[in-house]
């Protein structure tokens, strides 16, 4: 008896640490377009990492290109409140270019615009320095310092933007304004959760043996 307590409190623990914490928000979106079924935005998933140090955005191209859309020209996050993130760090990136990070949000042309401190953002010289291929993987990572540490947004509330062109050759853009990813649980957490419904099988198995 005394073991099979042991292991249903190893389960409710794993239970209880299989969410991501306030201030690790970590989830994904998958879009065919840009959110838009009038838009040209290229198939791709979105997915984050979000922490009181770091902010990591990864863009998998599943399909759609065309020539309309076959250069991604800036992206960014918001995930906490206007004038949170008071200083950035460094900033690193896959993608080809030379990147310029800063806190605004996106804005037309390639651009990254106001909206300080409440997103990240980063755009690319020349614009047409990231062409784009078919199942192609980007990721973009920023580092900062928060005012407020535990104010992150909840994963459905995050904002995702990537903008891509050339729209009709002009670099406008078509631009992704997406919120309510999907949460994906921390690996250790998957992996506490995997050892606890492993031990109550164990348990149970040995109980039917030995009954």
């Not at 989830?27 to 959110?35: D, E, K, P, Q, W």
Request: net charge neutral.
């Amino acid at each position: 008896m005394r073991r099979f307590f042991l292991v249903l409190s190893l389960f409710g623990l794993a239970l209880a640490c299989s969410a991501p914490a306030k201030a690790d928000t970590i989830g994904s979106l998958t879009l065919t377009n840009c959110g838009d079924p009038n838009s040209g935005c290229p198939g791709a998933t979105y997915s984050f990492d979000i922490t009181s140090t770091s902010a990591t955005l990864t863009i998998k191209i599943n399909g759609g290109l065309n020539s309309t859309n076959n250069n991604l020209t800036a992206v960014d996050l918001g995930f906490t409140n206007t004038n949170n993130i008071i200083t950035l760090g460094s900033f690193t990136t896959s993608a080809a270019g030379t990147w310029t990070p800063t806190t605004g949000s996106l804005s037309s042309g390639g651009t990254c615009g106001v909206n300080n401190g409440a997103f990240v953002c980063a755009s690319v010289s020349p614009l047409n320095a990231v062409l784009l291929t078919s199942g192609e993987t980007l990721t973009f990572t920023w580092n900062y310092t928060l005012s407020n540490p535990s104010a992150i947004f909840n994963t459905a509330d995050v904002h995702i933007g990537a903008e891509y062109g050339p729209n009709s050759g002009n670099f406008q853009g078509l631009i992704v304004s997406e919120t309510g990813a999907t949460s994906v649980p921390e690996p250790g957490s998957l992996t506490l959760l995997g050892f606890g419904l492993v031990a109550i099988g164990g348990f149970a198995r040995r109980r039917f043996l030995n009954s």
